[in-house]
C-alpha cells in the first residue's frame, strides 16, 4: 500500500484528497504546514509528497529545496496556483517530480501520482523500511528505534545521523559531509558537534560505547557504520 504525505493547508482539500486516494488504496497522512511536513518527511518514509507551494510557516518551494538538500528523493507532486506559470518551472528546478495547477481534476491527480510512483524506484534507497544490526531495530516509517525491544530515545539530529550512516553503511564519512547532509547547508555548527552527536548514538546504541562495533572511527577521515 503506497503511504503518501499531503502537505496541504486547505481542510476541504485535505479531506477531498484523503478519502479519495484512501478509496484508491493509498495510506494518507497529512501535515498542515511547511515546517511540519518538512520534518515528517525528513523523518518518516513515504512513497511520495504531494505539496502545496502556498503555506503557513514554510512555502513548497522551501520545502522541497530543503529535502533534496538533505538527499531525500521522495517523488514529489507540486500543487501550484492558477497560472503561476513560473510557480512550476521553479518547482521542477527546486527537485520536484511533477506540477499539478489548482484547481484539477482528481482523475488528473491521481495518474500524475500513478506515473510517479511507477518511476519510484530509482528514488527508494536501498534500506527499506526497517533495519536491524546486533539487537537494535531501527523502523523508518515511525521513526522509532528500539534495543532489545525497548524504545530508544533519539532526538531527530540522532535519528537523521543514524539513517545517514545506515543508508551510507560500509562508506567512510567525513565530519564535512556529515555535516552539510545531517545538519544541511546553511547550519552553523562545527565539526566537534558531530563528534558528540555520534557520541550520544554510540552511548544510545552501542553495547560497548568506548569500543565501537558499529559506528567507527575511522583516524584523520571520519566515521564509519559497519553492521
Ligand atoms: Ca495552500
Not at 498542515?32 to 502545496?52: N, Q, W
Not at 507540486?78 to 513560473?86: D, E, P, S, Y
Not at 575511522?218 to 564509519?224: A, C, D, N, P, T
Amino acid at each position: 500500500m503506497p503511504r503518501i504525505l499531503l502537505v496541504e493547508d486547505e481542510p476541504g482539500l485535505i479531506m477531498t484528497l484523503s478519502d479519495r486516494l484512501e478509496c484508491e488504496g493509498y495510506t494518507v497522512e497529512t501535515a498542515t504546514d511547511g515546517e511540519a511536513g518538512f520534518d515528517r518527511a525528513v523523518r518518516e518514509a513515504f512513497d511520495a509528497l504531494i505539496l502545496d507551494v502556498m503555506l503557513p510557516r514554510k512555502n513548497g518551494f522551501d520545502v522541497c529545496r530543503d529535502l533534496r538538500q538533505r538527499k531525500i528523493e521522495t517523488p514529489i507532486l507540486m500543487l501550484t496556483a492558477r497560472g503561476q506559470v513560473t510557480d512550476k518551472v521553479v518547482g521542477l528546478k527546486l527537485g520536484a517530480d511533477d506540477y499539478l495547477t489548482k484547481p484539477f481534476e482528481m482523475m488528473e491527480l491521481l495518474a500524475r501520482l500513478e506515473a510517479l510512483l511507477r518511476r519510484a524506484p530509482a528514488h527508494v534507497p536501498p534500506t527499506g523500511e526497517t533495519f536491524h544490526f546486533s539487537t537494535i531495530q531501527v523502523d523508518f516509517r515511525k521513526a522509532e528505534v528500539r534495543r532489545d525491544g525497548e524504545l530508544v530515545e533519539l532526538s531527530a539530529r540522532e535519528f537523521t545521523l543514524l539513517r545517514y550512516f545506515i543508508e551510507h553503511r560500509g562508506e567512510t564519512i567525513s565530519r564535512d559531509v556529515l555535516l552539510d547532509e545531517v545538519w544541511g547547508y546553511n547550519a552553523t555548527p562545527s565539526t566537534r558537534t558531530v563528534d558528540v552527536h555520534v557520541a550520544w548514538l554510540r552511548h544510545k546504541l552501542e553495547p560497548n560505547p568506548r569500543h565501537p562495533q558499529f559506528i567507527l572511527t575511522v583516524h584523520g577521515l571520519g566515521y564509519k557504520f559497519s553492521n
